[in-house]
């Protein structure tokens, strides 16, 4: 099983020794790579976990939509500007589909985003740093959706049908938003000085931020080793980010930008790019709420939900007000 082939550092996973025979038999499901659908028994972590991991992504991908959303209006052409809008509404659709495929495990809506909003669910700390110049939006599509893809390609293989089955559209359109990102890079680079440098400038920024975003190393990670053994998450956090790295430093040495990381190097004998030690502190310290961004991000919900408030009142007056004319037509 996958399972032992990390160690984190939440409860190791039941062995099928240790199990009753009902998570044997779910387990073994796991095993034959039989997808879970919504109705079937599940143990309760698995249930837990996936709402979890699926509204975290459902609510980064909302929130996500923020550091772009500020570019729109200052796109510098109008093909720049429609693809722009096209992709942050690919996001919140990308929300809209995760949300759907989390209340299929019996929570609502509005429970997840009260969790968002207290902050008692995460988001992913990428979209707490801001957005300076337009080469960041090169840098958000090109790297932070490549990050994205590298992660979901192998969620598409996640045990949990609807899961799995969201992640197969949004991967199409996550393809789509990375060209778009690295074609805003390399117009860059083939432009002025001050162009090219302020994509570099923008690679500096972004390319730490986004390999933590596949999160601690899995000796850290608290649930690799469980959500592997059900697999939840197929691949741990630790190989999916020297994927990312070997695919995008040829890909930023192409157009002529430089990683920010001086011990970025090919290591013949391990067929990977070796590279430099990830400042943890620092993501912690987002994670905590106490990065660039996370106060404006939270007040940018707060506020959308509190906007929300008459719409969502007029949709279930609107609801109750049929249900009971129906009923009178009975
Ligand atoms: N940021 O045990 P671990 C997009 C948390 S958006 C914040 O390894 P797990 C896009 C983790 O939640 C797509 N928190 O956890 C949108 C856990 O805390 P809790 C975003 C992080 O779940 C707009 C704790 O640290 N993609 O593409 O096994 C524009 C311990 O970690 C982060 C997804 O959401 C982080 N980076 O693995 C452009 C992918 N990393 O929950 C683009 C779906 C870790 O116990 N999610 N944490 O309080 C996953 O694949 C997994 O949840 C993770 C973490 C790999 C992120």
């Not at 390399?186 to 975003?213: F, H, I, K, T």
Request: charged residues 30%.
């Amino acid at each position: 099983m996958y399972a032992q082939m990390v160690k984190s550092t939440g409860e190791r996973p039941k062995t099928l020794d240790e199990m009753t025979p009902e998570e044997r038999a779910f387990q073994t499901r796991i095993d034959a790579d039989i997808k879970i659908e919504p109705k079937e028994w599940m143990p309760e972590g698995y249930r837990k976990t996936l709402i979890r991991q699926i509204s975290q992504h459902a609510h980064s991908e909302v929130v996500g939509q923020l550091p772009e959303g500020n570019w729109i209006n200052r796109a510098p052409t109008l093909d720049r500007k429609a693809i722009l809008i096209a992709k942050v509404q690919d996001e919140a659709g990308h929300g809209l589909y995760l949300y759907c495929a989390a209340e299929t495990l019996g929570v609502s809506r509005d429970e997840l985003i009260q969790q968002l909003l207290t902050g008692k669910a995460k988001y992913s700390s990428i979209f707490n740093y801001p957005s300076l110049t337009w080469a960041d939006i090169g840098a958000i599509g090109w790297l932070v959706d490549g990050a994205a893809i590298m992660n979901q390609v192998q969620l598409q293989r996640c045990s949990y049908g609807p899961y799995s089955r969201a992640m197969i559209r949004i991967c199409k359109e996550e393809s789509f938003h990375q060209r778009q990102g690295y074609d805003i890079m390399m117009a860059l680079m083939r432009g002025s000085p001050e162009q090219q440098e302020m994509a570099q400038d923008a690679l500096n920024r972004w390319w730490w931020p986004s390999l933590m975003m596949f999160g601690p190393s899995d000796a850290d990670s608290v649930h690799s080793a469980q959500s592997m053994a059900w697999k939840i998450k197929p691949v741990g956090n630790d190989e999916l980010r020297q994927r990312f790295v070997d695919q995008t430093v040829p890909q930023a040495e192409f157009i002529g930008l430089k990683v920010p990381d001086p011990e970025v190097k090919w290591n013949e004998e391990r067929g990977h790019y070796d590279f430099g030690e990830i400042d943890w502190e620092e993501f912690y310290r987002v994670l905590k709420g106490e990065g660039p961004c996370n106060r404006e991000r939270m007040a940018a919900r707060q506020k959308a939900w509190d906007d929300g408030e008459w719409f969502r009142e007029g949709l279930m007056a609107h609801s109750k007000k049929r249900a009971a004319k129906k009923l009178a037509a009975e």
